[in-house]
């Protein structure tokens, strides 16, 4: 192992958005197991430090590669595009309108069966971009457009976030 691989090197995985979930959780696992600190007790505490920086470095890139959007990010950042979502909010119209229809039948629902069909709609969006995402960077390696893509999941899943807390003051 090279501290200095990729994610997908390190795990052994296609560099590529699509991933089988099952395979990269047996693999993490598997890395795990490999570099868990109490293998290394025998040669000593700096065999020990060296395993625990392995450890960390194993979980940080399993969080980027199992998260869709972490890893289309991650993907992109790769590929020379950065995301930009801290000053590049600029999103097509279409999309903005259909953000702020939703923000008013967040603030207009008053029961669980508005926020169940809220919910609905912004998980059926969410799968949507994700599918997009997904041919943007597998199929057309446009990453550009996917940085595009990622900023509204990033919307959407801030939608999702303020759905869910309304659904628990509701419960209340």
């Known amino acids: 192992m090279n501290l200095q691989s990729d994610d ?3 795990f052994g995985m296609p560099m590529q958005f699509a ?9 993490w696992k598997d890395l795990q197991r490999e570099a868990h600190p109490d293998r290394f007790a025998a040669q000593g505490g700096a065999a ?19 998260d869709p959007l972490k890893r289309a990010t991650y993907l992109c950042e790769l ?13 097509p119209a279409a999309f903005l309108m259909q953000q702020m229809e939703w923000r008013e039948a967040l603030d207009d629902a008053t029961g669980e069966d508005a926020l169940d069909e809220l919910d609905d709609m912004v998980q059926a969006a969410r799968k949507q971009a994700l599918a997009k995402l997904a041919s943007l960077i597998d199929e057309h390696k446009d990453f550009a457009k996917a940085a595009q893509e990622i900023r509204a999941l990033m919307f959407i899943a801030r939608f999702a976030h303020d759905v869910d807390a309304k659904h628990e003051q509701l419960a209340q």
Not at 19 to 27: I, K, N, V, Y
Request: avoid cysteine; glycine fraction near 4%; aromatic fraction near 6%.
């Open 8 to 10: 997908f090197e390190l």
């Open 19 to 27: 991933q089988d979930r099952a395979q990269l959780d047996a693999r």
């Open 79 to 91: 590929n020379g595009v950065s995301i930009g979502a801290e000053d590049n909010t600029a999103m």
């Open 48 to 66: 020990q430090r060296v395993a625990m920086q392995w450890s960390v470095r194993i979980n940080e890139a399993y969080q980027r590669l199992k």
